[in-house]
């Protein structure tokens, strides 16, 4: 039964008596209506129907350049045609001194491309989305040269940007935005084995190319074009109804993790959790504390209307209780001499509201309300008399005033199929007092051609389509659905036109979540974890069991058939520390590796976000973007071993590592540790270098480092490099004494284990290694640049010029059991690839008749000395090579003091004893990039993810 209207409420009504509702973003194409002033092109006519689902659009004087966004061609003349993104059912006023709040659409056509407008309105685009999924912005930045996608206005303040799609948004536009994200995984609500297309307007490269017409469908100065954000097709919106629905993932369909094949039951996750992103302190509006002063409800460098003209006056006006009681609120100006239903449009307007004024009205909110509870709403003994009831001017407004709807006796609701294969997207019923959720069911089932099935197995389900996070609540059978709908409109007029209703069958469906935990002590037995964990977390035994067990790591895999268990065990861990070491949480899901395509050889992505210049973090969100984000791994969360365990069941993968030499060996030695776990052992690894020296990305072509490629390219080399063998070497280090600071008591250091795969330095390098590492372990903020990096490089080296420590009568090496002379040198270098010292060739060219030629799988060590600082310098600049000692692949080295050690650019002082480099451990497979083909003149470069800009370091 509908709720009576507030008793003692001060009101500020619409004209007229209340009518029956209708859909929320159901417009009545071609009504005219009456033009409204406002800032930009002036409205000089007359609402003209459009063959585009939502659209008013009105012919305006234009006062400034201005192109169409459907042809991006540039409009000639003083008249354009722009859509003020309301529904034209709505016979709209002018508002005196009212135009300071734009339209929410922006539309802007030529006369002769009316009829040929597919993109909707955006004012009713969330109500047309197929399945919703909410999208995941990261932290506020500086985009160049984007547009936002609700208003369509360029993005010249900081804004948003979804880490998953191609959407970008004014920080006040976030509520306004569709929950269109692109759909990455099965979810127990929908099974698609086909994907179709998913187009997302504008943003394109201005050099685009139509795939239907080849002519350029990219702008840098309008929102126009769309792109497939599976396999980046990029099409005009009109051309894009001639291409095949379905999408095939394109040229990386082979490389893609596809979404059929991927499994996670996220009920109490949200898509940051799901997809691995650190979260960020974002407000959205009716998101935030109490206590907000209402700013971020109006965003970050848009408009906020103020004004000291005595003629006007600015209100603050809230969107039921819930923007009440978190003190959010957007801001409208109008004219003190305008009328109640002018306000009341103005109202409605700031909010995007584009039902009838009528069926609402404007609440009185004192100010001790504004800190107050919502819930005192209506007790604040203000009669209705006192609102100053009819349509004349008003001599005294409050400041504040809270939009209400009236009561209604029954209202059309829109009923859509929960994932049933019909041919009807939604069917619209009529609600009264006496419907219920279990009524609706039995009503709307025989319109979806079910009238012989058992009606028992369907029930009724309320989504909430967030723009961040999608809701869904089983609604009981006798919920009264009238009642549902008012307090729906009591917190949130317009979380009404967010929120469906969906008819699906009830599936028994079993809770289950697998959670990685990472950071435990290693070396237990999976009984010990059970018992740490239980002690530290209190898991509950019937509901959490340890499943996966890594000991040398020291993490397990724990499934979970509790939703709100794995939630808590999720949340907790994040603050819990073990030993003295604060916990990792992850959520995996699940991959179907029986439906992976035959062809398919997924890419299994780590990306240190620190290397690079911190270029990492960008392309961390390039492939998200280009691939499926489940198979992206940032390494600082985690480490590696949550991608080979999800990846384990897949019988061919490969991995592209982007980092430095240091990254890569980190990602080989998790390989080999969990080699035997894997269904694919020896899967190929391709490098994309962004360190310092990146020695091994250099021998496998890859280049010298990053510097800004298409991402795109990237994964086209990576699918099209060849596989390549190299040798990984075991250096065992002998244990040793060390003095406790307790006592004085000497205990014993362990014999330790290390892996090497580019070359193992002694002496004279490993010292200039160790004083680098010391400067950036000391100031690690400085370490940003490649060039700098270099810099500090030259700077140790010069200190330690004039430095002689006699390295050959501090050691002793034996090759093959065989004593080895040393000449007079300062270093002793084992090289396994023909790169040191970023790009050198320590080596050298010449043929000598002592030695095999070197390569990368021969099962042979090159020993290499240097004499100094000087050498080193003459070697790096090509002048000299080293001083060739020995080849072979069994070496002894015996230090008698401690003495710089280096391997692979990790440094240490290792004490004196002994140190054996044997070819014990086994050859890997990496990918080397094959050689470049002469581009072709005019060929086109496939431009999916542009260099994504760094997000501003504090915009707020």
Not at 10 to 27: I, N
Not at 103 to 120: D, G
Not at 858 to 882: A, P, Y
Request: with cysteine; proline share 7%; glycine share 8%.
């Amino acid at each position: 039964m509908a709720a009576a209207a507030e008793p003692g409420a001060r009101t500020w009504p619409g004209s007229g008596s209340p009518r029956l509702g209708s859909p929320a973003g159901s417009p009545v194409l071609g009504i005219s209506g009456r033009a409204r002033p406002g800032s930009g092109p002036e409205r000089t006519g007359r609402a003209i129907g459009s063959a585009a689902p939502g659209h008013s659009f009105r012919k305006v004087t234009l006062t400034k350049p201005t192109f169409c966004h459907l042809c991006s061609d540039f409009i000639w003349g003083l008249a354009g045609f722009l859509c003020d993104g309301e529904s034209p059912s709505r016979v709209l006023r002018p508002l005196p001194g009212a135009g300071a709040l734009l339209p929410v659409c922006n539309f802007m056509s030529h006369e002769k491309c009316l009829k040929q407008v597919k993109t909707p309105c955006t004012g009713i685009a969330p109500s047309l989305v197929r399945v919703p999924v909410a999208h995941c912005f990261g932290s506020l930045g500086l985009y160049k040269r984007k547009f936002c996608v609700v208003c369509r206005k360029s993005l010249e303040v900081p804004s948003f940007r979804c880490e998953v799609c191609e959407l970008h948004v004014h920080p006040d536009c976030v509520p306004f935005a569709c929950s269109d994200c692109r759909q990455c995984h099965q979810d127990g609500q929908q099974d698609y084995d086909t994907y179709h297309h998913h187009w997302r307007e504008g943003n394109l490269p201005s050099g685009a190319r139509c795939e239907v017409c080849r002519k350029t469908c990219g702008s840098s100065d309008v929102l126009a074009g769309v792109r497939c954000e599976w396999c980046g097709v990029q099409a005009h919106s009109v051309c894009s109804t001639a291409l095949t629905p379905e999408c095939t993932f394109g040229r990386l369909r082979s490389m893609v993790l596809p979404p059929s094949c991927v499994r996670l039951l996220s009920r109490n996750f949200s898509k940051m959790h799901c997809f691995r992103i650190p979260e960020t302190m974002i407000l959205e509006l009716g998101d935030g504390d109490d206590g907000l002063d209402g700013s971020a409800a109006i965003g970050t460098g848009r408009e906020v209307l103020t004004t000291s003209d005595s003629t006007k006056q600015t209100l603050k006006i809230f969107d039921g209780n819930d923007s009440v009681r978190k003190n959010q609120f957007r801001l409208v100006t109008v004219s003190r001499l305008a009328r109640n239903e002018e306000v009341m449009e103005a109202a409605l307007r700031a909010y995007y509201i584009s039902e009838d004024p009528k069926d609402f009205q404007l609440q009185a909110l004192p100010l001790t309300l504004l800190s107050g509870n919502a819930q005192a709403l209506g007790k604040t003994g203000i009669t209705e008399e006192e609102a100053g009831k009819g349509s004349g001017p008003r001599d005294s407004v409050p400041e504040a005033w809270v939009i209400r709807s009236l009561p209604r006796t029954q209202e059309i609701l829109k009923i859509y199929p929960g994932w049933l294969k019909v041919g009807v997207a939604y069917v619209s019923i009529r609600v009264n007092s006496q419907s219920t959720a279990r009524s609706v069911v039995q009503e709307v089932l025989p319109l979806f051609g079910r009238q012989v099935e058992d009606q028992e197995r369907f029930q009724l389900i309320e989504v909430l389509m967030s723009s961040r996070q999608v809701q869904r609540t089983v609604l009981v059978d006798e919920e009264p659905l009238l009642d549902r709908l008012w307090d729906i409109r009591q917190t949130s007029v317009r979380q009404v036109s967010q929120t469906r209703f969906y008819v699906a069958e009830t599936r028994a469906m079993a809770p289950h979540v697998s959670l990685f935990v990472g950071g435990l002590p290693p070396g237990l037995s999976p009984q010990e974890y059970n018992n740490l964990l239980h002690e530290a977390m209190a898991t509950k035994a019937a509901v959490v069991s340890v499943s996966h067990v890594y000991s040398l790591q020291g993490a397990v895999i724990l499934d979970v058939t509790c939703f709100a268990e794995a939630e808590r065990l999720y949340m907790l861990a994040r603050d819990t520390a073990v030993h003295g070491r604060p916990l990792t949480a992850l959520v995996l899901p699940d991959v179907l590796h029986t439906k992976l395509p035959p062809d398919c050889c997924p890419l299994l992505v780590f990306v240190n976000p620190k290397s690079g210049g911190l270029k990492g973090r960008e392309l961390l969100c390039s492939f998200r973007k280009l691939l499926n984000p489940h198979q992206v791994f940032e390494l600082t969360n985690g480490g590696p071993l949550p991608g080979f365990h999800l990846f384990s069941q897949v019988p061919c993968f490969r991995v592209l590592v982007c980092g430095g030499d240091g990254t890569v060996g980190w990602v080989l030695a998790a390989l080999e540790e969990t080699r035997r776990h894997l269904a694919c052992p020896e899967p190929s690894v391709a490098i994309l270098p962004l360190g310092t020296g990146n020695d091994l990305g250099r021998v496998l072509r890859w280049g010298a480092g990053y510097s800004g490629e298409d991402p795109y390219s990237v994964l086209v080399s990576v699918d099209e490099a060849d596989a390549v063998l190299m040798d990984r070497w075991t250096i065992l280090l002998d244990a040793h004494e060390i003095n406790s600071t307790e006592n004085n008591v000497v205990e014993t250091e362990p014999p330790k284990i290390v892996q090497m795969n580019n070359y193992c330095g002694i002496g004279i390098d490993a010292e200039l290694s160790l004083d680098f590492h010391q400067a950036r372990e000391e100031e690690p903020g400085k370490f940003t640049s490649r060039f700098h990096n270099k810099g500090v490089y030259v700077r140790v080296g010069l200190q330690k010029i004039s430095h002689s420590r006699s390295l050959h009568k501090e050691i002793r090496l034996q090759v093959e059991q065989q004593e080895v002379e040393l000449p007079n040198i300062e270093g002793l270098i084992f090289i396994n690839i023909p790169s040191w010292g970023s790009g050198a060739d320590l080596w050298g060219t010449d043929s000598d008749s002592r030695f095999e030629k070197p390569r990368i799988d021969d099962g042979l060590l090159e020993v290499v000395g240097v004499t100094g600082v000087v050498h080193m310098g003459q070697v790096q600049g090509g002048l000299r090579s080293g001083i060739r000692i020995a080849q072979g692949s069994y070496f002894r080295v015996t230090l008698l003091k401690a003495t710089p050690v280096q391997v692979d650019g990790e440094p240490w002082v290792q004490a004196p004893g002994h140190m054996i480099i044997s070819a014990t451990a086994p050859k890997v497979h990496m990918l080397r990039k094959a050689k470049q083909k002469p581009r072709k003149a005019g060929a086109i470069r496939d431009t999916r993810v542009d260099t994504l800009p760094a997000p501003e370091g504090n915009p707020l």
